[in-house]
């Protein structure tokens, strides 16, 4: 049971944590109990008052070990946060307490031929820079590249650009080890690895708090973006489609948007006519003269290409895709929200065209190819424009009842999302690693309803 936070002694908890960071500030603890929860209209309404008490920035493990015996001692409420760039109040902390923030923790202890071993602090693009400086790369990175976290990608994210090629982070074999803090009556340090590492990827920080990862990386290719449109969506996507199964060309990227979303795209206007659809792609510089003759197949046409060697300069066409699309779009009409869809594996893309037509501009298509269980198919992050909490349940169900699968944006409960099911092996590692249930509470159902 976790303490009412105003009962709390906010300066002899911080007496406690002598040489360790505590902010105070009420305006910096309002930022950052905060993530861009805000895409949705139902989360706008749930989250905006959640606020923690106190933000705390520990250094190294042993910090966040003398952090969580305080919080356990006390009972209080302890939310982990990366960098907050998560999209449905993962990091916002339910009933106060204390908000753990990890950046501080940017070590890269090694790197090897494929391999990594970090803190959970370390920024994307820091990390990228310097394991693609011995020949290797992150397999995979969301659209918030530059500023998240890799503890918070890994906490609250699921796959994004790359995974195309290596799927999602679920996956066997895409998180290798990892290191977490208890917050039993004496925390302690467990290693978990190999498969046990799904009992802490993607929980939200609510079953432990990791100190350490060990990601595995893939080669470095120098690659190309380019920006090819079409006169006709499906024409667009099936051009997606047959890149996905185009096993001799390397690609990172392939992203689909129908008009008018391109529209939204400031940076991409003269690129991309405003009665056309188009395709956002990275592909090795090796494999271009092949990707052209695809592009002609499908009356495509290329009219944007930024060399590798050119890659830190101008625009960076992933910060158009996955969920950056979406804040693109909310930045022109902030009425706007989001879908997530996954599409069965269909080379047709029937289901797909379907919907394209049934919702026509009110569900505006959008697509990230991906791959899942051997099979390259669509997943989508549709731009929706929002009228009633009613409707948005109205097209959910519409979607799901004909075979697609919603991984619900517009909910914080870990289970209510992508899951749909509760995770006991999680669950489990939860009761015995958090028996007061101190972490990031009431973001589990599994525990809420044990």
């Not at 006709?232 to 199964?245: C, I, K």
Request: glycine content about 8%; overall charge negative.
């Amino acid at each position: 049971m976790t303490a009412t936070t105003h009962s709390i002694d906010w300066n002899a908890f911080t007496a406690a944590l002598d040489g360790i960071e505590v902010i105070r500030d009420r305006t910096q603890v309002a930022k950052l109990s905060k993530d861009y929860y805000t895409y949705s209209p139902i989360l706008q309404a749930q989250l905006a008052d959640k606020v923690g008490d106190v933000v705390v920035r520990p250094a190294n493990e042993a910090d966040v070990l003398q952090v969580a015996k305080v919080c356990v001692q006390q009972r209080i409420p302890l939310t982990v946060r990366g960098a907050g760039t998560g999209n449905y109040g993962q990091c916002i902390p339910l009933e106060g307490g204390v908000i753990l923030d990890m950046t501080r923790m940017q070590a890269v202890k090694w790197i090897k031929p494929g391999l990594t071993c970090v803190e959970p602090g370390v920024k994307l693009a820091a990390l990228d820079k310097r394991t693609r400086e011995t020949g290797w790369e992150m397999r995979m990175a969301p659209s918030t590249y530059r500023t998240a976290t890799i503890g918070g990608f890994i906490s609250g994210g699921s796959g994004g650009i790359g995974s195309i090629r290596y799927g999602q982070l679920r996956d066997r074999g895409n998180l290798h080890a990892v290191r977490v803090v208890t917050m039993e009556d004496e925390p302690r340090v467990i290693e978990l690895r190999g498969d046990e590492v799904q009992k802490v990827n993607h929980a939200y920080g609510t079953n432990g708090i990791i100190t350490e990862l060990e990601i595995p990386l893939g080669s470095a290719y120098p690659w190309t973006e380019l920006i090819v449109t079409f006169s006709d969506f499906m024409g667009a996507a099936r051009f997606g489609q047959a890149l996905s199964d185009s096993d001799g060309i390397i690609k990172k990227l392939i992203s689909i948007h129908a008009t008018p979303v391109p529209t939204y795209f400031a940076a991409l206007r003269s690129y991309i006519p405003a009665d056309r659809h188009c395709a956002l792609l990275m592909v090795s510089e090796c494999c271009l003269e092949p990707l052209a003759e695809l592009v002609r197949d499908y009356d495509g046409t290329i009219t944007y290409t930024k060399a590798a060697k050119d890659a830190s300069k101008g625009i960076a066409l992933m910060e158009y895709t996955w969920n950056h699309t979406t804040l693109h779009a909310r930045s022109v009409d902030p009425s706007l929200t989001y879908l997530q869809t996954l599409f069965p594996a269909d080379q047709e893309l029937k289901l797909v065209e379907h919907m394209y037509h049934h919702f026509g501009d009110e569900v505006m298509m959008h697509l990230e190819f991906i791959r899942v269980n051997g099979a390259n198919l669509p997943a989508a992050l549709q731009i929706v424009r929002y009228s009633t909490a009613d409707r948005l349940n109205d097209i959910i169900k519409y979607h799901e009842d004909n075979g697609a699968f919603i991984a619900n944006p517009h909910t914080y409960i870990l289970e209510d999302g992508g899951r749909k099911a509760i995770d006991p092996v999680q669950l489990q590692f939860k009761e015995a690693v958090d028996p007061y249930g101190l972490l990031n509470p009431g973001k589990m159902r599994a525990w809420l309803e044990r």
